[in-house]
């Protein structure tokens, strides 16, 4: 029997990857046609040395640098109407943002801003924005958003008390730079989340509804990645292969959500994030399990297919059944990596949910879920994870 393969398209950015790649920076800027750029970075980066390092490359070419290093984790909508000050203050034609997904998101809607002259929030949803924005490079410093890939951005609406999923093809970095390197300095508390973020996003991408053999490539790579090297890198973040290997995982699967889509459990976790200004990663590592559940039925196969790549054999599978068997596997590496089940531990109230599914249901992610989901269903997925 032939195959079909449903015509899909498939974006990435130029992509570098490996130790090193972090002192291209300012070369593909330059490239790109450069002069003066926006360094976009976090306080952490700032201390361990990482940000100084990428400017040093944009001097280094004779490029003029503005500095907006002030991104919180959640990246807020008004501190990416700051770096837009900050961008034409300095009379910016493009950005360098080095950091994980918070400033590589703020850098994206930093850039969309300006292009378009509007206010971040305006672009929530799907194809919101019209003109591209200035050229921009992405340094990755952790193994977990892929953000440096993809065409999502997400920005926490401070007055609305969610985060806004903004997903455009204009939101695709024209260099992303992976440097394993930079993640030796990635707390541990990070590496846990950022490395559970990763697997969401390859399982979402894997059951998407827009899924196709270029994403399913990209998925279960990653997702068999981040099985062999999560728990690994936790134990020991000097270890420099293990680091590579969730860089890796965190690339692929960027790559994967980018073009295929997510779903429920993203759409959970960006109203759990913004109502409780939680790390998004660790909202995602909290929801998965409930959101297998909820969906299973929905995306039988290839959910056992995950847990094959995740290292069950063909017998546990078959002996467990693979419901049983892939929740038995997310559930013991998110307890590997020291991440508690339930959302009640990280502040939440099942009073909230009512609000929280209001939110998801309404968020772009669930357009590419493989079950439709109600605001009512939604609550239920909730439920579970408390």
Avoid: Q
């Amino acid at each position: 029997m032939s195959e079909s393969y449903p015509m899909r398209k498939y974006v990435m950015p130029e992509t570098v990857f490996g130790d090193g790649a972090a002192g291209l920076a300012g070369r593909y800027a330059k490239s790109l046609g450069a002069t003066s750029v926006l360094l976009v970075s976090d306080p952490g980066l700032v201390a361990a040395g990482w940000a100084g390092a990428v400017e040093e490359t944009c001097l280094a070419e004779g490029l003029a640098v503005a500095r907006f290093l002030e991104v919180s984790p959640n990246p807020r909508c008004t501190e990416v109407g700051r770096g837009v000050e900050a961008f034409k203050d300095g009379r910016c034609d493009a950005v360098v943002v080095v950091g994980g997904g918070s400033p590589m998101d703020a850098a994206k809607g930093i850039a969309a801003s300006v292009a378009n002259d509007a206010d971040v929030r305006s672009f929530e949803g799907v194809d919101m924005i019209r003109l591209p924005g200035p050229p921009l490079v992405c340094v990755a410093s952790t193994a977990g958003t892929g953000s440096e890939v993809s065409r999502f951005s997400i920005i926490n609406d401070v007055y609305r008390k969610v985060k806004i999923a903004i997903i455009s093809p204009k939101m695709v970095p024209d260099a992303a730079l992976v440097d394993p390197r930079l993640i030796s300095t990635v707390p541990l508390e990070l590496i846990a989340a950022t490395g559970m973020d990763a697997l969401t996003h390859a399982f979402e991408a894997y059951v998407s509804s827009a899924s196709s053999a270029l994403t399913d490539l990209d998925a279960r790579r990653a997702a068999a990645l981040v099985a062999r090297n999560l728990e690994r890198l936790y134990r020991d973040p000097a270890d420099a292969e293990a680091r590579g290997a969730m860089a890796l995982a965190s690339m692929l699967a960027g790559r994967a959500f980018s073009n295929a889509g997510l779903g429920v459990v993203h759409a959970m976790a960006h109203a759990l994030g913004g109502l409780l200004d939680a790390p998004h990663g660790l909202c995602n590592a909290l929801l998965l399990d409930a959101g297998i559940e909820a969906n299973f039925e929905s995306a039988r196969e290839r959910y056992a297919d995950l847990a094959l790549d995740m290292g069950a054999s063909p017998e546990d599978v078959a002996a467990e059944g693979a419901e049983a068997c892939v929740l038995r596997l997310v559930r013991g590496l998110r307890a590997a990596v020291g991440i508690a089940p339930g959302l009640g531990g990280m502040g939440a109230s099942r009073s909230d949910i009512r609000r929280l599914a209001g939110f998801a249901a309404r968020d772009a992610c669930l357009a590419t879920n493989p079950a439709r989901f109600d605001a009512a269903r939604i609550e239920g997925v909730f439920e579970r994870a408390f």
